[in-house]
Nanobody, 132 residues
Framework: QVQLMESGGGSVQAGGSLRLSCRTS????????????MGWFRQAPGKEREGVAV????????YYADSVKGRFTISRDKPKNTVYLQMDSLKPEDTGLYYC?????????????????????WGQGTQVTVAS
């Protein structure tokens, strides 16, 4: 069973920065050392969960939501089994519960990466609040 643990959320003023971390632990059917497509999603009160950014198993491919391009950066540290989301120039509309997710594939699909149904493991979420 795979466990995902997020950390790094908090409250900041608009224009500030935060770095979220997601550490993976446990064993998967693909193997204990497999690196799959990993992503960050967020959900604001009363809204649907939306894809923010994803990174492939190799780390070579990334995809971002248009609303965060140029402000957020996703990366991964394989030896630490950790994926990061660096969030700069934060806006009040970035407020929400941020979830880490692991897909069942090594590559991230350019056409469906933002669909929550593509991910089979989820973390509990970490709250990000951006004040204006």
């Amino acid at each position: 069973q795979v466990q995902l643990m997020e950390s790094g959320g908090g409250s900041v003023q608009a224009g500030g920065s935060l770095r979220l971390s997601c550490r993976t632990s446990g064993r998967t059917s693909e193997g204990a050392n497999s690196f799959n497509c990993m992503g960050w999603f967020r959900q604001a009160p009363g809204k649907e969960r939306e894809g923010v950014a994803v990174i492939s198993g190799s780390g070579a491919s990334t995809y971002y939501a248009d609303s965060v391009k140029g402000r957020f950066t996703i990366s991964r540290d394989k030896p630490k089994n950790t994926v990061y989301l660096q969030m700069d120039s934060l806006k009040p509309e970035d407020t929400g519960l941020y979830y880490c997710a692991r897909a069942g594939t090594y590559s991230c699909s350019s056409g469906s990466w933002s669909m929550p149904t593509m991910y089979n493991y989820w973390g509990q979420g970490t709250q990000v609040t951006v004040a204006s």
